[in-house]
C-alpha cells in the first residue's frame, strides 16, 4: 500500500486539532487585560500558531526524516510552550480552571500525536 492517504497537512487530524486549539486560545485571549498585550496574549498566540506552521513545514520536509523530525520536535516544543502559557492564564484568573483543563488536555493530545510520528517517522516519510 504506497499509496499517499493526506494530500496535506490540513488533512491530518492532529493539525485540525491544533489549528482548532490555537483559534479557541486566540478567541479567549481577545479577554486577557490590556497590560499582557505585549506579554501573555502575544506569546500564547504565538506558540499555539506555530505549532500548526512547524508542522505544516515538517510536511514539506518529509523527504529528508532528519529535517522532517526536527520540525516536529519544534512542533512539540511550542505545543509544551503553549500548555505554560495556558497555566499562566489559569493562576492569572485570565481563564477558568476548567477551560484550562479542556485546553490543556487537547495540547496532550496533540503532543502524543506529535511523539508518535516522531518515534515513527517513516510511514509519513516520501519515499524516493
Given at each position: 500500500m504506497d499509496r499517499e492517504?493526506?494530500?496535506d497537512h490540513r488533512d491530518l487530524e492532529i493539525y485540525k486539532k491544533a489549528?482548532?486549539?490555537a483559534?479557541?486560545?486566540f478567541e479567549l485571549s481577545k479577554k486577557f487585560p490590556v497590560e499582557e498585550?505585549?506579554?501573555l496574549t502575544d506569546q500564547i498566540r504565538r506558540s499555539s500558531r506555530s505549532v500548526c506552521a512547524n508542522l505544516a513545514e515538517a510536511w514539506?520536509?518529509?523527504r529528508y526524516e532528519a529535517a522532517f523530525i526536527a520540525k516536529l520536535n519544534d512542533c512539540e516544543s511550542e505545543a509544551s510552550e503553549t500548555q505554560t502559557w495556558i497555566e499562566?492564564?489559569?493562576r492569572c484568573h485570565y481563564m477558568n480552571t476548567e477551560t484550562g483543563r479542556e485546553l490543556y488536555g487537547t495540547y496532550n493530545q496533540v503532543l502524543a500525536g506529535l511523539v508518535t510520528m516522531i518515534n515513527n517517522p517513516t510511514p509519513w516519510l516520501i519515499k524516493h
Open positions: 492517504p493526506f494530500k489549528f482548532e486549539v483559534m479557541q486560545i498585550r505585549y506579554l514539506r520536509k518529509r499562566f492564564a489559569v
